[in-house]
């Protein structure tokens, strides 16, 4: 299970990695893991390379056990499972999620995300999902109806109100990162906003800085 804290915590997630560019994100992705604490990294590879999903985990996985970080795969429970990763995250409240439960729990982490509808949040939570996320990095864009800052803290602060099941919220900004966190995220995950960042472990350090001011009143 992802372990949760009485605070929001950070998630980050990869861009699209091939095996040439892994080596050197993983560098990168190691000095971010160093500027300040992340619970959970989920990596996701370029359309066509599964076939090198272990040259493009492998850099990350020791920089994701030094920092006690969750290293997830999106969408490829074998490749979870065969290259030591920590779980998988999935797309949807489907066969896949059912499937990815059935071969990982409880000793993976399986989160659920693509959740159009709260009915679909609420079956993947029922379905024994460690995991809801909230918004999804593709192109720049979200593509689960939640098109807007507003509309995904209002979905966020009404998961929080109702269900245990942690919620993770995609900000695509550093600044929205703090609206999440405010309404009720258990954690917050962070792609390009981190990644285009003219120094990525800076605005990691900045996105926690942020959420641990979220909620306690500190302007």
Not at 53 to 69: H, K, Q
Not at 79 to 84: C, D, I, P, Q, S
Not at 175 to 182: I, M, P, R
């Amino acid at each position: 299970m992802l372990q949760t804290s009485p605070r929001c915590s950070l998630y980050l997630v990869t861009p699209l990695l091939s095996a040439a560019a892994a080596n050197a994100f993983g560098e990168i992705f190691a000095e971010a893991l160093e500027a300040a604490p992340v619970a959970c990294a989920l990596v996701r590879f370029v359309s066509g390379s599964e076939a090198h999903a272990a040259a493009i985990v492998a850099p990350l996985l020791r920089p994701a056990r030094s920092a006690d970080c969750a290293l997830l795969i999106e969408n490829d429970v074998r490749a979870a499972a065969r290259l030591g990763a920590d779980g998988v995250h999935v797309a949807g409240a489907g066969e896949d999620l059912a499937e990815a439960i059935k071969r990982l729990k409880p000793d993976r982490i399986v989160g659920a995300g693509s959740l159009s509808t709260r009915d679909e949040a609420m079956t993947a939570g029922e379905m024994g999902a460690d995991y809801v996320m909230f918004g999804e990095p593709r192109g720049g864009a979200q593509t689960t109806g939640l098109a807007s800052l507003v509309s995904l803290t209002e979905r966020v602060a009404w998961w929080a109100e109702v269900f245990e099941t942690p919620c993770v919220a995609f900000a695509q900004t550093i600044e929205a990162a703090g609206t999440l966190a405010d309404a009720g995220a258990d954690f917050v995950a962070l792609g390009d906003a981190v990644w285009a960042a003219s120094s990525p472990a800076a605005a990691v350090r900045d996105a926690q800085s942020v959420i641990t001011r979220a909620g306690v009143g500190v302007p």
